[in-house]
């Protein structure tokens, strides 16, 4: 059993910053790529940020020189550290990341979400 537990949501006005965290648990014997998506209501979701198995990042141009991601693989660990926020960041975050369980193939895993809202 694997999952993504997410932290680090809440409210925010226009300029300030919020790190979002997501520890996977569970019968982990690798992980590959980690990254964010976002979802904004009656928008599908998207790409905000991801970082490979060898810690190379890759980030949505609307993020770019404002976000970043990171990991910390002794802890199964991704970050985002958002900066200079925006009110169109308000969004639910996901964490994903690409799993090697003890029990199953690679397989994607999502976090339950964890909502950030940008007040102007």
């Known amino acids: 059993q694997v999952q993504l537990v997410e932290s680090g949501g809440g409210l925010m006005q226009a300029g300030g910053s919020l790190r979002l965290s997501c520890a996977a648990t569970g019968s982990i014997s690798s992980v590959d790529a980690m990254g964010w998506y976002r979802q904004a209501p009656g928008k599908p979701r998207e790409l905000v940020a991801a970082?490979?198995?060898?810690?190379?990042?890759n980030y949505a141009d609307s993020v770019k020189g404002r976000f970043t991601i990171s990991r910390d693989n002794a802890k199964n660990a991704v970050y985002l550290q958002m900066n200079s926020l925006q009110p169109e960041d308000t969004a639910a975050y996901y964490c994903?990341?690409?799993?090697?369980?003890?029990?199953?193939?690679?397989?994607?895993?999502w976090g339950q979400g964890t909502q950030v809202t940008v007040s102007s």
């Open positions: 994903n990341a690409y799993i090697l369980s003890h029990y199953t193939n690679w397989s994607a895993y």
């Open positions: 970082i490979s198995g060898g810690g190379m990042p």
